[in-house]
């Protein structure tokens, strides 16, 4: 398993993670969009989706346990 991969995987995890805290925010002050939140919620499924398969496909799932207990993302 390629360790940029799985750190592009993260990175992109957090950022839309941090998006949707903010549109949630918005959403709050009655200024979001709801339908916002919705593609932001696929975007974040995908990309846990895409690290628990990068996961299940390493050996044993050190590599992406390791890299992404490094990154600090649970």
Request: charged share 40%; glycine share 8%; proline share 1%.
């Amino acid at each position: 398993m390629e360790e940029a991969r799985i750190l592009q995987a993260v990175a992109e995890l957090e950022k839309w993670e941090s998006r949707r805290e903010r549109v949630r925010q918005r959403i709050e002050k009655g200024e979001g969009d709801a339908s916002e939140l919705e593609r932001i919620e696929e975007q974040v499924a995908h990309y846990e989706g895409l690290l628990a398969d990068m996961k299940r496909e390493s050996l044993g799932g050190s590599d992406v346990s390791r890299t992404i207990a490094r990154t600090g993302n649970p």
